[in-house]
């Protein structure tokens, strides 16, 4: 069972619709969360981070943490063509030595 | 400049070549990290330093070998690396290696090993 998990895709959303992409994880103990962006051939940018359960909004981008369950999940609201690239989920786990494990990422395809 | 930095930004070697990465960062970050994002795989730790100190290598061949002579400088020096190593190379640093610490990426280094 890999570590972070993430479907693949690619998510195809219309523009000034909302895209939901969902992000689960094996380890129980994990603390802390983050989203990254990243363009084809560029370094991921940090979205959200999110340490405790419910939703955190920052803009257009809403980062929903559910412990029990082991996900976490982002919503970008007003899907826009810049919106297109690959997202990131990453998990920090005390038992992995604060390690950031990644998952393989959600691309993401806004079309006009 | 600001945040982190790599250079050089793209890099074409044999597998007898010796060369090295360098990565800086002006955020005043303690921590420092290197990561290899290879095609169609989750990005992969490879070291972290916390404070000049090595925390963590992620059982990484000894072809590898990072260098980290202050907070803000770290190195990965590179020798007889196979094709399989082509990759895009990530550094990142956060304020420390605590488990609520944000990590910040450079721009990478492309690396291709003919």
């Known amino acids: 069972q890999k570590e972070v998990e993430q479907n693949s895709g690619p998510l195809s959303v219309p523009e000034g619709a909302i895209a939901s992409l969902n992000c689960t994880y094996s380890?129980?103990?994990?603390?802390?969360f983050f989203w990254y962006r990243q363009y084809s051939g560029k370094s991921p940018e940090l979205i959200m981070s999110?340490?405790?359960?419910g939703d955190k909004e920052d803009g257009r981008f809403t980062a929903q943490l559910n412990k029990a369950s082991q996900y976490v999940s982002l919503l970008i609201r007003d899907s826009q063509p810049s919106d297109s690239a690959t997202y990131l989920c990453?998990?920090?786990?005390?038992?992995?030595?604060?390690?950031?494990?990644f998952g393989g990422g959600t691309r993401v395809l806004v079309k006009p | 400049e600001t945040g982190v930095t790599q250079t050089p930004r793209h890099l074409v070697m044999g597998m007898t070549n010796k060369k090295s990465l360098k990565c800086e960062q002006h955020?005043?970050?303690?921590?420092m990290y290197w990561y290899k994002q290879s095609a169609k795989k989750p990005l992969e730790l490879m070291f972290v330093?916390?404070?000049?100190?090595?925390?963590e290598n992620n059982s990484v061949p000894s072809r590898f070998s990072p260098e980290c002579p202050n907070s803000s400088h770290l190195f990965l020096h590179l020798h007889t690396l196979q094709p399989e190593d082509s990759a895009l190379y990530l550094c990142?640093?956060?304020?420390?290696?605590?488990?609520?610490?944000?990590?910040?990426f450079g721009p990478g280094t492309r690396l291709t090993v003919l």
């Open positions: 990142a640093s956060s304020e420390t290696s605590g488990y609520t610490d944000t990590q910040y």
């Open positions: 380890d129980r103990g994990s603390q802390s």
């Open positions: 999110i340490y405790s359960n």
């Open positions: 990453a998990v920090i786990s005390l038992a992995a030595g604060n390690k950031l494990t």
């Open positions: 955020l005043g970050h303690n921590a």
């Open positions: 330093y916390n404070f000049k100190e090595q925390t």
